[in-house]
């Protein structure tokens, strides 16, 4: 098992900036996939961005340019930056890590943060 713990949520207004870290525990292994994922009210949960642990990494592009992802694999953490923030970011951020053990793909989830950008 895998634990993750979110934080950095908040209330900003827009075009403001916000960072979100999560961090990995437990049955961690070397080679995953650490990622950031959103529920609107209303809306299916979408990839925001998500980074290997080779450093790879893949934006949705209603992020691109504004978010970056990082990550600091000592620390089993993940980051989130989000700069220019718009209103319709609002939506509880998940932190997920994805994993291979021998060909079985294993799925883990933060709680969640909230993220709130107001006008």
């Known amino acids: 098992q895998v634990q993750l713990v979110e934080s950095g949520g908040g209330l900003v207004q827009a075009g403001g900036s916000l960072r979100l870290s999560c961090v990995a525990s437990?049955?961690?292994?070397?080679?995953?996939?650490m990622g950031w994922y959103r529920q609107a009210p209303g809306k299916q949960r979408e990839l925001v961005a998500a980074i290997t642990s080779g450093g790879s990494t893949n934006y949705a592009d209603s992020v691109k340019g504004r978010f970056t992802i990082s990550r600091d694999n000592a620390k089993n953490t993940v980051y989130l930056q989000m700069n220019s923030l718009k209103v319709e970011d609002t939506a509880v951020y998940y932190c997920s890590y994805s994993t291979f053990v021998l060909l079985a793909k294993y799925d883990y989830w933060g709680q969640g943060t909230q993220v709130t950008v107001s006008s």
């Open positions: 437990g049955s961690t292994r070397t080679i995953n996939t």
